[in-house]
């Protein structure tokens, strides 16, 4: 029974946050709404992300770095405060680290521009995401990129299982997965 609600809430929020990729358009008069409206979307997204992620360690609160330039300002820590108020059980806790410092007290990373390969080959079990059209290539886990003018995102599916992380079924249907 409690696998069954714990399911549909899944679904409840898979289904949030396809609407949200697929009905938000990225097209706006100036390009700093754009910008902004991108990075709005983004932080939702990586706020509910970890409810898609299984780390090996099945910690109970999962820390995001924000690595590098900040591009999200307070707005994501005001989506989490909301999400908090309402009641929502989140156990998630937002750093800002330097580029190039340890990654080890993180469960997921977001860069704001490209890391070299060789930094990011170091870190471990750490789920890195991206921004940047090259950042697969340089051993990032998850993508996001424009595609008429809306947000998506893509998956190397290899990097994710060799880190030792699980990614729901669920979330991988939305994603274009790279490295089979």
């Not at 396809?18 to 409206?37: F, G, K, M």
């Not at 940047?132 to 990097?159: C, P, W």
Request: hydrophobic share 45%.
């Amino acid at each position: 029974m409690f696998q069954l609600i714990t399911q549909r809430v899944q679904n409840v929020r898979l289904a949030i946050l396809a609407l949200i990729l697929a009905l938000v358009p990225l097209t706006h008069s100036s390009a700093n709404d754009e910008i902004s409206t991108k990075y709005q979307v983004m932080a939702g997204f990586l706020l509910q992300l970890p409810s898609y992620v299984q780390w090996a360690d099945n910690s109970s609160e999962i820390h995001l770095c924000l690595v590098g330039d900040d591009m999200f300002g307070g707005f994501i820590d005001q989506v989490l405060a909301a999400k908090v108020a309402k009641g929502a059980s989140t156990s998630i806790q937002i750093n800002r680290i330097p580029q190039g410092e340890s990654l080890e007290r993180c469960h997921l990373a977001f860069f704001s521009s490209l890391p070299s390969a060789g930094y990011l080959a170091t870190q471990q079990r750490v789920l890195l995401v991206g921004q940047h059209e090259d950042f697969i290539d340089a051993g990032g886990m998850v993508n996001f990129y424009l595609a008429q003018s809306r947000l998506k995102f893509e998956i190397n599916l290899t990097k994710v299982k060799q880190q030792g992380l699980a990614m729901s079924s669920q979330l991988l249907k939305l994603a274009k997965i790279t490295g089979r």
